[in-house]
């Protein structure tokens, strides 16, 4: 079984739509026996709290529906997860700082870093932001 970790800040936007959108694909794909997904903010600012209403919206104009409650990233994620993939550079060096001997550097990637279609190098918050931006990020 291959186990994604998907990472943002708060948890509420980007990093549960990542996991909501792979878990579609998934569940699409039969592939439900062999990839299994979550998500964690690396602040604790949100944790217990539904994915944001607004990022909702935009992922129900896709057909996915935004499920889970927000927790924060620990420590044991290095060794629950295969991949963790952060949205932007500032989650990425959030949770390399948590990896202080650097055994799981290998296992943290950004996002982006897996765009074939797109030219970004991070996953934009779209949180203090209008509608579009949280289209964009779905």
Do not use: W
Not at 76 to 101: H, P, T, V
């Amino acid at each position: 079984m291959t186990k994604l970790l998907f990472v943002c800040l708060g948890n509420i936007c980007r990093s549960p739509s990542a996991e909501n959108i792979m878990n579609h694909l998934i569940e699409q794909a039969d592939l439900g026996d062999r990839i299994t997904c979550d998500s964690a903010g690396t602040g604790g600012y949100h944790i217990g709290s539904p994915p944001d209403k607004r990022m909702a919206v935009a992922a129900r104009k896709r057909d996915i529906e935004l499920l889970g409650a927000a927790r924060q990233f620990q420590r044991k994620d290095f060794e629950n997860f295969d991949l963790i993939l952060a949205m932007d550079r500032d989650n990425y060096r959030n949770i390399l700082a948590l990896d202080q001997g650097g055994k799981y550097r290998d296992k943290v990637r950004l996002m982006c870093d897996f765009c074939q279609k797109y030219d970004l190098k991070e996953v934009p918050d779209p949180y203090y932001g209008g509608p579009e931006g949280f289209d964009r990020v779905i």
